[in-house]
């Protein structure tokens, strides 16, 4: 009778310890998944060329726009394009957003002063406009930043205008990157040939989705909101 | 391929379908004895499985009705032992609180009615009364006074002397009179405070005869609990029902309450824990926000608990009374810590609300506008975060109710849905056996014409082979029939069994 109730209690334990058993590797197995990265970042690129340098009014509504919807822990820089885009004098101004909101807040002021001085002192626009440079550069930095959702927005008629000795026939990888050309003003040759304006972008698209990024187009800043899903 | 086969017999379609059919019919009059047999044992077969399945449901359904009584009883039990109890313990303190007082009141009746007594006593001390001065001085007054001038100055004196007595002897009984009123005046309060404290008897009197009347009533509910009697089930059940929606009501009440208090603080946890740092896909600051308030609810139990006012906890329960205040007192305290923590993380979410509407400003290009009396919304803010930890305190009291009620509930739901399944599985049970009935006369008509050939080769032998006999008797109803059963199929009347009846 003894050995039996033994038995019995052994069993029973043998079955507590197998549940124990399974409910620990179940949250092993659950813990260990890798977490996922809720950062976004977004670099602006704005084209100070003399086509262009007319809507540098609409590059600060973006910025302005980004810093009021990013938060702690997201990433911004603004960047601009000119002759040579490729180079560390071409950014602005860049912030990764404290995790405390209200440092977030004044990294936001900050941020926002930096770009209103540069707007304020832009007085001679670029003669030439080297978009895949700005691009090349955003891209590094995006890739830097490592955010789990990076945003790439170009403001400029992407029209590519290199000055002699500059080489850009690299291959820009854009994996996991949505582009956004934002505004992408025609030009008076447009307005001649307007084939020229959808080959443009036709061409850009081709580019950013065979290098793994996404490609929009937004032309009414007031549709920016519902056409970029930051949140 | 099947159109293949469907032409195998001729070009025509309609010689092909009439050459199918006959083959079809032919087939399935000669193998119409097995497929009846096969139908209808199916559809008894079902049918039975069915039925078995029903009893057991059945059993099961009785077994979870008498759990869900015992359970419904032993709560109902609980609960007017409890209601006793606290009967009881009212008139112990009743009796403790007046009656244990009864000697000093006692003492004091005795000394009031004593005081009383002795005032009585001296009240009837009389002052002497006034002797029969007047019939003297009336006597002296009518003596004639044309006598001797001395005799009458005498008696002149003599009523003098009299006359001041008369008036002496009257105030001194004026001044008695006057003494035993201020006496008995005195015993005036002595009189109230007797028939106040009277009074103060009767009241209590009266609370412990209502008291008795009350737990008389609960001992006869708790009588009828004991015999498990049905009026008292009802009563339970309908009582558990309302007590289950009440708490329901309450608990929602206070889950809006807990989401209030989770937005409260959620964003001025971001500055405490990081607002970037994420727990799968929730925020780390919302998790703790979250675990806040679900501390505050916690200690709120712990101390309903250890105050005596929810049973949640046994292990609590079986603590010692100093124990138990101990756990209060930390209980308490801890709870007015978290409510300071939360309202000052409120005051702070009211700055930083405020700091986030101005940049937002600002970024819109709008002039950072002053806001007027901001201190109210912050104030209250500030309250709000002090006061919602000790309401959600309180849940314990509903959640009891609730999970005590919930038993009740999910096992009439419980008794309902074996209810359903058992006349569903029931309803099936019949429908298949039906089915294999309609389905045995589907077969037989699709072949009804071999089926009314055969008939009729049968009648024409049966009056053949009667013609004979008919010579020498006529047929009675029994010998007609005879043949009749015969002629039945064997499916048609297999035999039912005990169930299907």
């Known amino acids: 009778m003894m050995s039996r109730n033994l038995q019995s209690v052994c069993r029973a334990s043998v079955v507590r310890m197998r549940l124990v058993l399974a409910a620990v590797l179940t949250l092993l197995l659950v813990g260990c998944g890798e977490p996922t990265n809720h950062s976004r970042a977004a670099f602006v690129l704005i084209d100070i060329s003399s086509e262009y340098a007319g809507e540098r009014q609409k590059a600060q509504l973006l910025t302005n726009y980004l810093l ?164 | 391929m099947l159109a293949d086969i469907f032409y195998i017999w001729s070009e025509s379609p309609a010689l092909s379908l009439a050459i199918w059919l006959v083959i079809s019919i032919t087939l399935l009059y000669a193998g119409r004895p097995h497929a009846h047999q096969l139908l209808r044992s199916t559809g008894r077969a079902i049918h039975g499985t069915l039925r078995v399945a029903s009893a057991s449901i059945r059993q099961l359904e009785e077994r979870v009705q008498a759990r869900n009584r015992d359970v419904l009883l032993a709560a109902g039990r609980e609960a007017m032992e409890k209601s006793i109890e606290r009967e009881f313990n009212r008139v112990n303190n009743i009796v403790e609180r007046d009656l244990s007082q009864y000697p000093a009141l006692h003492r004091k009746l005795a000394e009031t009615l004593e005081k009383i007594e002795e005032d009585y006593h001296a009240s009837t001390d009389n002052a002497p009364l006034p002797p029969a001065w007047s019939e003297v001085m009336t006597t002296i007054g009518s003596l004639p006074s044309t006598g001797d001038p001395a005799v009458a100055s005498i008696l002149e004196n003599i009523k003098e002397v009299v006359e001041n007595s008369h008036e002496e002897t009257l105030k001194a009984y004026q001044k008695g009179t006057n003494e035993r009123h201020k006496i008995l005046g005195g015993m005036r309060p002595h009189w109230r405070a007797l028939g106040g404290t009277m009074n103060k008897v009767q009241e209590t009197i009266t609370g ?176 709000l975060g002090f006061i919602l930890p000790f309401a959600l305190a309180f849940v314990g009291i509903p959640l009891e109710s609730f999970i005590h009620s919930a038993r009740t509930v999910l096992g009439l739901i419980a008794l309902w849905m074996l209810r359903v399944l058992r006349v569903t599985v029931r309803m099936v049970g019949g429908m298949a056996n039906h089915l294999s009935k309609m389905l045995v006369s589907l077969y037989d008509l699709f072949i009804m014409v071999p089926l009314s050939i055969e008939r009729m080769v049968r009648y024409h032998r049966e009056t053949a082979a009667e013609k004979p006999a008919d010579a020498s008797e006529p047929p009675t109803r029994s010998s007609r029939r005879a043949p009749k059963k015969a002629e039945e199929p064997i499916a048609d009347n297999l035999p039912l069994t005990t169930g299907e009846a």
């Open chain 1, 68 to 231: 009021a919807e990013l938060n702690s822990g997201d990433s911004l820089a603004v960047g601009f394009i000119d002759n040579s885009s490729f180079s560390e004098r071409n950014i602005i101004a860049r912030a990764t957003f404290d995790h405390r909101p209200s440092v977030a807040s004044q990294q936001k002021r900050v941020f926002q002063a930096e770009v209103q001085d540069f707007m304020d002192r832009f007085r001679v626009p670029s003669y030439h406009s080297d978009v895949t440079g700005g691009v090349l550069l955003a891209t590094d930095y995006l890739r830097e930043v490592d955010a789990g959702k990076k945003h790439l927005f170009i403001m400029s008629d992407l029209h590519e205008d290199l000055p002699p000795g500059i080489n850009r026939n690299i291959r820009v990888e854009l994996d996991d990157i949505e582009v956004v050309a934002v505004n992408v003003k025609r030009q008076r040759s447009d307005n001649n040939d307007p084939e020229q304006y959808q080959q443009r972008l036709a061409d850009w698209q081709q580019k950013v989705s065979s290098r793994g990024g996404s490609w929009q187009v937004v032309n009414d800043m007031a549709r920016l909101e519902s056409a970029v899903a930051l949140r």
């Open chain 2, 208 to 383: 412990l005869e209502e008291r008795a009347r009350t737990i008389d009533r609960q001992m006869g509910e708790y009588e009828a609990m004991r015999k498990a009697e049905d009026k008292s089930v009802n009563s339970l059940t309908s009582s558990s029902l309302t007590q289950f929606f009440i708490s329901s009501l309450v608990l929602v009440i206070a889950a809006f309450g807990g989401i209030i208090n989770f937005h409260l603080i959620a964003m001025p946890m971001s500055e405490m824990v990081g607002g970037a740092s994420y727990m799968g896909s929730v925020r780390t600051s919302d998790i703790a926000a979250l675990v806040i308030i679900m501390v505050e609810i916690s200690m709120g139990l712990f101390l309903l608990e250890a105050l005596g006012i929810t049973r949640l906890f046994p292990v609590i329960h079986s603590l010692d009374d100093r124990m138990r205040k101990r756990m209060a007192i930390a209980a308490f305290t801890i709870l007015v810590i978290f409510a300071s923590i939360e309202a000052s993380l409120a005051y702070m979410r009211d700055l930083l609300a405020l700091d986030r509407e101005a940049l937002q400003q600002s970024l819109a290009g709008a002039a950072v506008a002053e806001a007027q009396l901001r201190w109210i919304p912050s104030l209250g803010q500030l309250a």
